[in-house]
């Protein structure tokens, strides 16, 4: 089973930056397709991209533009690049399989405010 530990996060003023990553133990990593979903409270988490073994991408229509996925499956890591955010991107972030299964990680915790 993959387990995650996403870091990253932090307070950022609107049209700031932040790049997340996730790194993930496991021999499957590279095999399987991996997404960023974010949660806020009272909200069902959502997917926000993702990336298949072999590179392709998806973005929700909310951060298309803004947010870059990307993954380097030698050392089992992916990464999102968020940039122009906006304070409804506030959020926690978590990376996990697509489609999920198994345990969620901790989770960093992204805050756009001025």
């Known amino acids: 089973q993959v387990q995650f530990v996403e870091s990253g996060g932090g307070l950022v003023q609107p049209g700031g930056s932040l790049r997340l990553s996730c790194a993930a133990s496991?021999?499957?990593?590279?095999?399987?397709?991996m997404g960023w979903y974010r949660q806020t409270p009272g909200k069902q988490r959502e997917l926000v991209a993702d990336?298949?073994?072999?590179?392709?991408?998806y973005y929700a229509n909310s951060v298309k533009g803004r947010f870059t996925i990307s993954r380097d499956n030698a050392k089992n890591t992916m990464y999102l690049q968020m940039n122009s955010l906006k304070p409804e991107d506030t959020a926690v972030y978590y990376c996990?399989?697509?489609?999920?299964?198994?345990?969620w990680g901790q989770g960093t915790q992204v805050t756009v405010s001025s």
């Open positions: 996990q399989v697509v489609p999920p299964n198994g345990s």
């Open positions: 496991g021999r499957r990593f590279s095999s399987n397709a």
């Open positions: 990336i298949t073994s072999g590179g392709s991408t």
